[in-house]
DNA sequence: CCCTTGACGTAAC
DNA sequence: CGTTACGCCAAGG
């Protein structure tokens, strides 16, 4: 694994603003790693414990199992509050956004 | 070198 | 909603 595409996607993840999430998809895309949204699943749980992981969750708004009570718990924190186990688009940042019609 | 395991994603049933 | 299947990729057995 390249220190450089580690530092890439560590950068796009602690540059999401408060309030706001992302998605894995999304952050390994704005790190230049189109279709690699697993690697950053990796990064995130080997080096990213200095980091505000809870504002990356997976692109239907849910969270992995083992992280989901802390995730909800750090995002409440923020004034994000997770619904039946999800996370309302209206706080979605750049996340899927397709069908609206 | 092959196989298994994931903080994943999308499409199809 | 749940499961299957496939695509993607690194790390550890």
Redesign the pocket.
Known sequence: ?DEETVERVRAVVAAIPPGETS???EVAEQAGLP????????I??ED??DLP??R?L???GT??P??AHEQAERLRAEGILMV?G?LPREHRRTA?RRRES
């Open positions: 694994m998605t894995y998809g279709g690699r949204a697993r690697l950053v699943g990796k995130l749980s990213g414990a992981w809870h990356v997976r692109a239907n969270s992995a083992h992280i039946d999800r899927d």
